[in-house]
């Protein structure tokens, strides 16, 4: 097929469905990173030669919009709290505290403090590592599944337990944290569930 036949004729007889669906896709997507020239002929080839609507395509490109606001949300919980774990289990206070909100509130099993301040003594007197088996997360909100081990001041081990530490993450630093020894409680307070489980 030569150029004037691909001008001349009908994209469902150039394109197969697939390819054709693709390029439209592709298309919609391109919109929110042409700049504004570039983007305003995207538009006109989708509405005007891939006979998308004007309307549908504004709802469109608003939920991808949506969709890669929602996701860039969701790298920055993860990473955030993974970054905050890593620097808690190494004992590096200053560290955690990059990634520590000043007026974190911290739950555990004998009740709750309140600021960033407090950070350093409560890792001191927890003396506990955790690893992450399990990621539960969506928007701020993460539960990690972890194996919980406590050692002594002479770092002989004391305990070991699956515990469920629940982060509310924003503007990347940990807001909230709560340990919790049952993971209905960490689901109940986090708002999550085995759907948000991260692959």
């Not at 919609?28 to 042409?34: A, D, E, H, R, T």
């Not at 860039?72 to 520590?100: C, R, Y």
């Not at 399990?134 to 909100?141: L, V």
């Amino acid at each position: 097929m030569n150029d004037s036949d691909l001008k001349t004729k009908p994209f469902g007889e150039v394109f197969s469905e697939s390819e054709y669906s693709s390029l439209r896709e592709i298309l919609i997507q391109s919109c929110l990173f042409l700049d504004e020239s570039n983007a305003a002929e995207a538009r006109s080839l989708l509405v005007d030669t891939l006979g998308i609507r004007a309307e549908e395509l504004d709802e469109r490109i608003t939920a991808f919009s949506q969709h890669q606001s929602n996701q860039a949300v969701l790298h920055s919980t993860i990473e955030t709290a993974e970054k905050w774990m890593e620097k808690s289990n190494q004992k590096d206070i200053p560290g955690l505290l990059h990634f520590t909100h000043s007026d974190i509130e911290i739950m555990g099993p004998k009740g709750s403090i309140r600021g960033s301040q407090h950070l350093g003594d409560w890792v001191k007197r927890a003396n506990l590592h955790l690893h992450t088996l399990r990621r539960f997360a969506e928007g701020h909100n993460i539960v990690l599944e972890q194996q919980g081990t406590w050692y002594e001041e002479n770092d002989q081990i004391k305990g070991q337990s699956i515990v469920f530490t629940f982060m509310k993450i924003i503007d990347g630093k940990v807001a909230f944290l709560g340990r919790y020894d049952n993971r209905r409680v960490a689901f109940q307070v986090s708002d999550l569930n085995e759907g948000n489980l991260i692959e």
